[in-house]
């Protein structure tokens, strides 16, 4: 089946750090990766994304390489900011009859100042 | 542009009572729509989906159903709430480009609590 697999959280960094969210997924066709940002009581946003193998997705500082080799798309940001936290979901679709929206179980990330 | 409005934003109901939760869109059309749940501290997990008016599909049995009278609504409902009903829960609407590229975007939420 098709699934995506996070990095386990929470994840407490200072402010200025750097961040890697792992992400690696499991999937029978050719998906499109995503990274999904959810801020405390809101729904989620789209962070950003990538659609075939080697593309590199970017928004806001942060950054995803779509490796087909290794089934991964980890998240990254070379300096962290406050405003940062949140929890962050990988997720991945596949057009098989239906279109279909996977979750990674999602990751909590604290930015102390 | 495309929206999408999912109320109410809270909601505090009695074990036993019904559930009527509703999400619509505007701005496209024959979206793909979802419902999705978040209990506290986990991740998302997907209820129903459905590709177009009337089909539905579910991923887990539970105490819920989904139905979507109209193109552009989409209805979470409840017979009998129970306490683990509580949580979270997205509404959520993709489309897909000529690239096979799906893109979801998502409601504000519906906070759930079954006392």
């Known amino acids: 089946g098709n699934s995506v697999t996070q990095m386990e959280g929470p994840v407490t960094l200072s402010e200025e750090a750097f961040l890697t969210i792992n992400c690696t997924y499991t999937a029978t066709g050719y998906p499109s990766l995503f990274w999904y940002v959810q801020y405390p009581g809101e729904g989620l946003q789209l962070l950003l994304k990538?659609?075939?193998?080697?593309d590199k997705g970017s928004n806001k500082g942060f950054e995803a390489t779509y490796r087909k080799e290794t089934t991964s798309f980890h998240l990254e940001k070379g300096s962290v900011q406050v405003s940062d936290s949140a929890v962050y979901f990988c997720?991945?679709?596949?057009?098989?009859?239906?279109?279909?929206?996977?979750f990674g179980q999602g990751t909590r990330l604290t930015i102390n100042p | 542009s495309q929206t999408i409005h999912q109320w109410p934003a809270t909601l505090v109901q009695p074990v036993g009572s019904p559930l009527s939760l509703e999400c619509t869109v505007e701005g496209t059309s024959n979206p793909n729509l979802y419902w999705y749940r978040q209990a506290a501290g986990r991740g998302l997990q997907l209820l129903f989906y459905s590709v177009g008016i009337g089909q539905i599909s579910s991923e887990v049995p539970q105490n819920l159903s989904a139905s979507r009278p109209q193109d552009r609504q989409f209805i979470l409902s409840s017979k009998k709430l129970l306490l683990s009903d509580s949580g979270f829960y997205l509404c959520?609407?993709?489309?897909?480009?000529?690239?096979?590229?799906?893109?979801?975007?998502f409601g504000q939420g519906t906070r759930l609590t079954v006392v």
């Open positions: 997720a991945l679709s596949l057009i098989q009859g239906a279109q279909k929206l996977v």
């Open positions: 990538a659609t075939k193998a080697d």
């Open positions: 959520a609407w993709s489309f897909t480009n000529l690239w096979g590229s799906t893109e979801a975007f």
